[in-house]
């Protein structure tokens, strides 16, 4: 069996996730290619789909959310995602038997004694209007005066199908999390549930090669051994150094482990980064639990190479020192800290791509690069 070494998984990554090129899709078929955005951060979403598409601006997204043709609901490991009405109605009751139990895992004690059948039916009626949880905790919390208003209002979240409306997440604003149901916004009830065959198809598409856990990590769904070995006969596979079995679909791209790739800068909590139980094909361990910190990535030559951030009319981008015990690194010499990944043209093409970034935002400073400390 052929054997995927990282950099070819991650050549395959970066041409499946649209990081290779800017590419020419709409932002609604973008948004379905990638299975949604992680989106809890609600404007992260827009520095996502301006590093993938070419020409991107605001009002891009901001239509289709207005339309209703994109939505913030919660799906994949049971947090927001930006997802197209499709996706909204079709993958939600996929989805919810992960959400109930991650919902109940981490409330279980506050919610000793609550009929979340009688709460899922108050909250249902709540929410035909826009309403904050917090809000939504408080209006139906009579019944249950010792659970605290947050945590009805974020098991609500999970019972009743959710979308968050409007003008949150619309560039240029600031607005509270306000939700009603999916169907008072879309006009249509989530489809009932269905077997998750076209979901881990659709996954290796934007994601793959990957193995089993990695589409679990992704999606937070158990139970796809079935769905795997229905799909088995048309999926071709892989080993990765670790030896673990890589599932694909037959016609994605994999280019040459040579191919080259831009600078990226990547919003907080991208899937890109998120999206495998085994990231180390983007990221280094060390660097991992930046992940879960809200950290903006900076990629070179298709990996994780440091953070970025505005300051001010400035764009700071702070980059991981390179292994090694030169005292030029600990003093915070860049150029002779950078190593293979970090060639001085690639932090020249990196600076061109963050005044490129300045320059969207409409900020008229500069690119500052130096060594993370």
Not at 113 to 130: N, S, W
Not at 150 to 156: F, I, Q
Not at 191 to 208: M, Q, S
Not at 290 to 312: I, M, T
Request: contains cysteine; negative net charge.
């Amino acid at each position: 069996m052929t054997v995927l070494d990282n950099r070819a998984l991650n050549r395959a990554l970066m041409a499946r996730q649209m990081l290779d090129r800017r590419h020419t899709l709409s932002v609604v078929d973008t948004i379905e290619h990638l299975v949604g955005l992680q989106a809890q951060e609600p404007l992260e979403p827009y520095v996502g789909l301006w590093s993938r598409l070419e020409g991107f601006r605001p009002e891009d997204l901001v239509e289709p959310l207005e339309s209703r043709q994109v939505v913030r609901t919660l799906l994949m490991r049971r947090t927001i995602h930006l997802v197209t009405a499709a996706d909204c109605l079709g993958l939600r009751a996929l989805h919810q038997p992960m959400l109930d139990a991650r919902m109940r895992a981490v409330w279980r004690r506050d919610l000793e004694g609550v009929d979340l059948a009688e709460l899922a039916a108050d909250g249902l009626d709540h929410f035909q209007k826009p309403s904050t949880l917090p809000e939504a905790g408080r209006a139906v919390g009579g019944k249950w005066p010792s659970v605290p208003a947050r945590v009805l209002g974020d098991a609500l979240s999970v019972l009743v199908p959710l979308v968050q409306v409007t003008p949150r997440g619309v560039w240029g604003q600031k607005a509270p999390a306000r939700n009603v149901t999916i169907a008072s916004w879309l006009g249509a009830e989530p489809a009932p549930a269905c077997d998750a065959d076209e979901l881990v198809l659709r996954y290796l598409r934007a994601f793959g090669p990957a193995a089993s856990a990695d589409i679990r990590a992704w999606s937070g769904l158990s139970g796809l051994r079935a769905s795997i070995d229905r799909l088995r006969p048309q999926l071709r596979t892989f080993r990765d150094v670790r030896g673990r079995e890589l599932l694909d679909v037959p016609d994605a791209p994999l280019p040459d482990g040579d191919t080259p790739v831009p600078p990226r800068f990547l919003p907080a909590f991208d899937n890109v980064v998120l999206g495998f139980d085994d990231r180390s094909r983007i990221i280094d361990d060390e660097h991992r639990r930046h992940s879960v910190e809200g950290a903006r990535f900076v990629l070179l030559d298709g990996r994780v190479a440091g953070l970025w951030k505005l300051d001010g009319t400035d764009l700071r981008v702070s980059l991981f020192a390179a292994r090694t015990n030169d005292q030029s690194t600990r003093t915070g010499d860049l150029s002779a800290a950078l190593n293979n990944a970090q060639s001085a043209r690639d932090v020249e093409q990196l600076e061109a791509e963050g005044d490129r970034l300045l320059a969207w935002h409409g900020l008229d400073g500069r690119t500052v690069v130096e060594i993370h400390r």
